[in-house]
T-cell receptor, first 115, second 109 residues
Framework: NAGVMQNPRHLVRRRGQEARLRCSPM?????VYWYRQLPEEGLKFMVY????????ESGMPKERFSAEFPKEGPSILRIQQVVRGDSAAYFC?????????????FGNGTRLTVT | AQRVTQPEKLLSVFKGAPVELKCNYS??????LFWYVQYSRQRLQLLLR??SRESIKGFTADLNKGETSFHLKKPFAQEEDSAMYYC???????????FGTGTRLTVIP
């Protein structure tokens, strides 16, 4: 089992461009979570998705950010019109089920740099 | 609102010395507490959780509801314990975790 796969590992975008971050959960996992880690801060929850559904997006900024987890393919975190403040490490995690005590399994993260 | 506090950003101890990484939380219900560790150039991984009451790599952590703490302890630190440690909380009925800001532990040979 390859674990949670995130790509790219590093992404550089100019201000105003779009950033697309991809996450493939562990095999058999249908729940995906996105976290953001700003410099000198802990991981902050952004969004929780199941296949084709957003369950909790309480941590997502109201504008420019969106997430999806289609029936086929990876989960995508999309940031439109990026600004310098979006520079951070974005981590994806997955779990097999809802409502149990399964720990989250994390990917290696994508480090976004906005120039 | 729930919150996890790790007061120490950096902690250095000598090899063989005891180590304690502090974690305090605020949550009105019954929390589930975790410690995650990130070794150099590796992904974040679960170290232990309070419901398992287990010892992993010599580390233990006891949930103290009176003090709302979940400190991570090891009696004799090893060089390979050098890593970033994150305390995390999951609230009842939820799946996502709330993380502290992390403590970077350095074990000096």
């Amino acid at each position: 089992n390859a674990g949670v796969m995130q790509n790219p590992r590093h992404l550089v975008r100019r201000r105003g461009q779009e950033a697309r971050l991809r996450c493939s959960p562990m095999k058999g996992h249908s729940h995906v979570y996105w976290y953001r880690q700003l410099p000198e801060e802990g991981l902050k929850f952004m969004v929780y998705l199941q296949k084709e559904n957003i369950i909790d997006e309480s941590g997502m900024p109201k504008e420019r950010f969106s997430a999806e987890f289609p029936k086929e393919g990876p989960s995508i975190l999309r940031i439109q019109q990026v600004v310098r403040g979006d520079s951070a490490a974005y981590f994806c995690a997955s779990s097999p089920r809802q409502g149990d005590s399964s720990p989250l399994h994390f990917g290696n993260g994508t480090r976004l740099t906005v120039t | 609102a729930q919150r996890v506090t790790q007061p120490e950003k950096l902690l250095s101890v000598f090899k063989g010395a005891p180590v304690e990484l502090k974690c305090n939380y605020s949550y009105s219900g019954s929390p589930e507490l975790f410690w995650y560790v990130q070794y150099s150039r590796q992904r974040l991984q679960l170290l232990l959780r309070h419901i398992s009451r287990e010892s992993i790599k010599g580390f233990t952590a006891d949930l103290n509801k009176g003090e709302t703490s979940f400190h991570l302890k090891k009696p004799f630190a090893q060089e390979e314990d050098s890593a970033m440690y994150y305390c995390a909380l999951r609230v009842a009925g939820a799946n996502n975790l709330f993380f502290g800001t992390g403590t970077r532990l350095t074990v000096i040979p």
